[in-house]
Each structure stands twice: as structure tokens, then as C-alpha cells.
């Protein structure tokens, strides 16, 4: 394992109890968006996309039944058979491979995928090397000219969450925002599933830097929530089709945007090797 740290117990407790595979549901601003900057950016199937962090398969799943080749890797056995139940139940499009593996050191060859998503795993590692190591090791398997899709969560996450749930009126998660703000690293010692687990939080330009830093070509960091985020009924926008379309053309105006990226909960880095 190259001496790397093996997964927090506090992580895989979290995603034991959240049950991931029904987090993000059809009208999740996260999913709904994440998606339509996937299908943007990724070259046409059937190319072969790894899905590094892949979780229940929320979208390596759809994307394999929109005719790509689809690898899964997760560090936790419980996500890496939840998405294969997914997968067998479309039997004519289902995804090339479902395994448990590590961002920081993948089973798999040089240059040999056309697109690589880190979806989730620079979340949770916490140390910057450990970060560098997983995108350096995107960078040795995706082909000249392959795409990497990389999600982050933003420094200011949760004040936003906080401000918008209440959690800022409740004891403990003042401290939790303070740190997140002065060091990125957060922790949740109440155990409290709704304020996450064991995380780093970036900031727009350290993300930016981080990926290119290891060797990738940064074409740019998408707000994937946007202010839209802060939306109480957001789910119910997404859900009305004359109100949907609004509300996602207003993101993607300030999507770019630098002054903003910081209010959105998560960042979208697009790259190529």
C-alpha cells in the first residue's frame, strides 16, 4: 500500500449508517448537477471510465447503461456490492467491474482508461500527499488526452449547512465550522451523521493547485450546487419541470465564476492528462 494510512474506522462507521446508496436522490441538486457537468465533459461511450470512489454506483451505474465501460473501485466492501446489486439489475448494460480497492494505489494499467472520476475521495484524505498521490495515480492510468472529473467539498460547506439547517444554533457544531474554516479538516465528534464525517474541505484555488500539481492539464473548477444550495426547496424546483430549467440555467451562468465557487457546498475540477 505504499505506507499509506488504511480508510478512518469513522469513515466507514459513517457510510455503514447513511446508507449511501440512497443518499442522493433523483432531485439531489449534488446528483442532478454532477451529472450534467459528467455528460459535458466525458468523451462519447463506449469509452472505458473509472469510477475511483465510486460508492453504490450512483452514477457509475447510469453511466454504464449509457453504453460506457465502467470500472468501480470503493474502499468499502459494503458500497462495492451495493453497486453491484445495481448493476445486475440492468443484465444488458451492466458495469465492467465492481472492486474494492484504494485512490492512492489502483490495480489498474498504465494509460488504459479513456476518463477517471474521483467522485468522493479527496474528501476524505486528509493529508494533502495523500491527495497528490491519488490524483498522480489518475493521471498514470488514464490515456494522453483522458479526462479526470475530480469532486471536492467547499472550506465553507458547513457554515452554509449550518445556516441553513440550524445546526449553527446547536452545541458543538460552532467549534466544527471553526476549524473547518482556520485548517480544512473536519471533524464531527458527536457521531451525528447529518454533520458528516472525517473530511478535508478546500478551498476553490488550493483544489485548482492540487490538480495541477500533479501533472494534470486543469481546464477548470465548475460549481456543482451553486448558490442554488442554499435553496430550502430546491428539491421541489428540481422536481417541477417548468421550474427545473430556470434554476439550472441560473447556476451554469455562474458556474465559472471564481468569486463564487466558494458558495457552492461542492467543486467540480475537470482535467486532462
Known amino acids: 500500500m505504499r505506507g499509506q494510512q488504511p480508510l478512518d474506522p469513522e469513515i466507514a462507521t459513517h457510510y455503514a449508517e447513511v446508507g449511501e446508496q440512497h443518499r442522493l436522490g433523483p432531485w439531489s441538486l449534488e446528483r442532478v448537477r454532477t451529472w450534467e457537468?459528467?455528460?459535458?465533459?466525458?468523451?462519447?461511450p463506449p469509452a472505458v471510465v473509472l469510477d475511483v470512489g465510486g460508492a453504490a454506483g450512483v452514477y457509475a451505474v447510469p453511466l454504464a447503461r449509457h453504453g460506457y465501460e465502467v470500472h468501480l473501485v470503493d474502499p468499502i466492501p459494503l458500497h462495492v456490492e451495493q453497486a453491484q446489486l445495481a448493476s445486475d439489475r440492468q443484465p444488458a448494460t451492466p458495469l465492467a467491474s465492481a472492486t474494492v480497492g484504494d485512490a492512492r494505489r489502483l490495480e489498474y494499467p498504465d494509460a488504459g482508461a479513456d476518463a477517471v472520476l474521483l467522485l468522493g475521495p479527496l474528501y476524505h484524505l486528509t493529508d494533502r500527499a495523500d491527495r497528490l498521490l491519488a490524483l498522480r495515480?489518475?493521471?498514470?492510468?488514464?490515456?494522453?488526452?483522458?479526462?479526470?472529473?475530480?469532486?471536492?467539498?467547499?472550506?465553507?460547506?458547513s457554515t452554509y449547512d449550518g445556516l441553513l439547517r440550524g445546526y449553527l444554533e446547536e452545541p458543538g457544531f460552532q467549534a466544527i465550522v471553526e476549524r473547518d474554516l482556520r485548517e480544512g479538516q473536519h471533524r464531527n465528534p458527536t457521531g451525528r451523521p447529518e454533520w458528516f464525517t472525517t473530511a478535508y474541505f478546500h478551498l476553490p484555488g488550493e483544489f485548482a493547485e492540487e490538480v495541477a500539481e500533479a501533472g494534470l492539464r486543469l481546464d477548470g473548477v465548475f460549481a456543482v450546487e451553486g448558490p442554488a444550495g442554499m435553496l430550502p426547496?430546491?428539491?421541489e424546483r428540481l422536481a417541477d419541470p417548468v421550474r427545473r430549467e430556470p434554476l439550472l440555467a441560473a447556476i451554469r451562468r455562474v458556474e465559472a465564476e471564481p468569486s463564487l465557487?466558494?458558495?457552492?457546498?461542492?467543486?467540480?475540477?475537470?482535467?486532462?492528462?
Open 37 to 44: 457537468l459528467l455528460t459535458r465533459h466525458l468523451p462519447p
Open 137 to 157: 495515480e489518475a493521471w498514470r492510468v488514464l490515456r494522453p488526452g483522458g479526462v479526470l472529473a475530480a469532486a471536492a467539498i467547499s472550506r465553507f460547506a
Open 233 to 235: 426547496d430546491v428539491h
Open 261 to 273: 465557487l466558494g458558495a457552492s457546498a461542492h467543486l467540480l475540477a475537470i482535467a486532462h492528462r
